[in-house]
Structure formats: structure tokens, C-alpha cells
Nanobody, 126 residues
Framework: QVQLVESGGALVQAGDSLRLSCAAS????????VGWFRQAPGKEREFVSA????????YVADSAKGRFAISRDNAKNTVYLQMNSLKPEDTAVYYC???????????????????WGQGTQVTVSL
């Protein structure tokens, strides 16, 4: 069973950049597809970005396309979310999630993932 820990959240200004990290332990991370989700106060958790076990397949939600990029370093058991040109509407708790599966497919809904981290807060001010 894999454990996930997110880090890198912070209070930043609009237009700034942040890189979130999702560090895994307790399993062979290269066996897992990973996704990033976010949840703002009073809103449902929404998909942000995902990649398959190797990182060869990636997908970014329309709301983040052109600004966010997902990548992974399986040797470090870590997945990253690079966030550029941040906007106030990006303010949320960001969660990473993992699903033990191979193949090229990526997964974009919360119910498809089995393991979740505790989240990291990203706040973007004007």
C-alpha cells in the first residue's frame, strides 16, 4: 500500500509560479498512475492533471492547460505539478492520488483512485 505526501503549497501572488511535489512511500511507485486534484472551500474536488505510470501519457484540465505541467521521477518516487501564471481562482487544497495500474491511460475522476495524500494549501492573492 502506497502512502502519499504532498508539499510545496504556499501563499503567492497572481502571476507567480509554484511546484508541488507528491512523494510516495510503501510501494513501487512506477506501478502507479497518479493524478492531481484540487478542492476550494464550498466546492467539489476537481481534476487538475494526471499521468500514467511512466509519465509518457499526461493530461491537463482545460482550466490549467498552458499553465500547469505534470511530470514524475520514478527514481525519486515523486510526481510534480508545475504551476505557472497562477490566478486567484487556483486557490485550493491540492491533493495527489494514485492508482496501481500500468498502461498508457490516465485517470481523471476521483473515484478511479485508491490512495490519497493529505493535501497542500495553495493560496493566490491579487
Amino acid at each position: 500500500q502506497v502512502q502519499l505526501v504532498e508539499s510545496g503549497g504556499a501563499l503567492v501572488q497572481a502571476g507567480d509560479s509554484l511546484r508541488l511535489s507528491c512523494a510516495a512511500s510503501g510501494g513501487t511507485f512506477s506501478n502507479y498512475a497518479v493524478g492531481w486534484f484540487r478542492q476550494a472551500p464550498g466546492k467539489e474536488r476537481e481534476f487538475v492533471s494526471a499521468l500514467n505510470w511512466s509519465g509518457a501519457s499526461t493530461y491537463v484540465a482545460d482550466s490549467a492547460k498552458g499553465r500547469f505541467a505534470i511530470s514524475r521521477d520514478n527514481a525519486k518516487n515523486t510526481v510534480y505539478l508545475q504551476m505557472n501564471s497562477l490566478k486567484p481562482e487556483d486557490t485550493a487544497v491540492y491533493y495527489c492520488a494514485a492508482k496501481r495500474i500500468s498502461g498508457r491511460r490516465v485517470y481523471t475522476t476521483t473515484y478511479e483512485y485508491d490512495y490519497w495524500g493529505q493535501g497542500t494549501q495553495v493560496t493566490v492573492s491579487l
